[in-house]
Every structure is written in structure tokens, then in C-alpha cells.
Nanobody, 125 residues
Framework: VQLQASGGGLVQSGGSLRLSCAAS????????LGWFRQAPGKERELVAA????????YYADSVKGRFTISRENAKNTVFLQMNSLKPEDTAVYYCAVPRGYSPLIYRDPREYDYWGQGTLVTVSS
């Protein structure tokens, strides 16, 4: 599967952005997807994830109530709506697909084999 992330940019604190991840090469509706982020000097962390049919979602505590993950299987795309952005949200954001195209959600980035190229989100104070 090939993943193309987009939608990053520079935004002021309190602002919003919507990230998109377009997938190709595999039946999109059969696997889960995760959005990870990595800030300079920090480990890559799972921000949000969604199961194959959207029935289950996961959010890191730091983004609960501010970020929303969704998917449109007809468009082979997963979205991350980010509201009330904070400077600490600044990072490169990656979308990823689990090993074996699993329909389940995993928190550990080592469970993911397929990664998009990343899109930079910068939140200014």
C-alpha cells in the first residue's frame, strides 16, 4: 500500500488544520490506519487510529476532545481534524498501516509496516 499525507502547515495557537492520507494499492476498507507524530528529539507517538470500518477509534490523552479521526472508504482517504491546536502539537505527522493490513488498532509504531512521507504541522504561540 502507498500512503500520501497532506494538509500540514503553519497555524496559530487555537487554530485548526485537517490532515488527509490517501491510500492506494490495497483494498482500503480492509485495514486500520493510524496517525502518528514525531517532534524533534522525541519518539514517534500514536495520536489517533481508526479501525477498518470506523467502528473503533483511539486517541492519545493529549489530543482527546480536540482531534477527530475519520475515514471515507469510498475515497480511500483517512482524515485527522485538529482543532484548538497548541504549540506542543508541532511535529511531523505520519499516517501508517499495520503489519499484515490488520483491521485492528495498535498503539506501538513497531506494529506498523507502511508509512506515508509525513506532513509538517507547526503551531505558533
Amino acid at each position: 500500500v502507498q500512503l500520501q499525507a497532506s494538509g500540514g502547515g503553519l497555524v496559530q495557537s487555537g487554530g485548526s488544520l485537517r490532515l488527509s492520507c490517501a491510500a492506494s494499492g490495497r483494498t482500503f476498507s480492509s485495514y486500520s490506519l493510524g496517525w502518528f507524530r514525531q517532534a524533534p528529539g522525541k519518539e514517534r507517538e500514536l495520536v489517533a487510529a481508526i479501525s477498518w470500518n470506523g467502528g473503533s477509534t483511539y486517541y492519545a490523552d493529549s489530543v482527546k476532545g480536540r482531534f477527530t479521526i475519520s475515514r471515507e472508504n469510498a475515497k480511500n482517504t483517512v482524515f485527522l481534524q485538529m482543532n484548538s491546536l497548541k504549540p506542543e502539537d508541532t511535529a511531523v505527522y505520519y499516517c501508517a498501516v499495520p503489519r499484515g493490513y490488520s483491521p485492528l488498532i495498535y498503539r506501538d509504531p513497531r506494529e506498523y509496516d507502511y508509512w506515508g512521507q509525513g506532513t509538517l504541522v507547526t503551531v505558533s504561540s
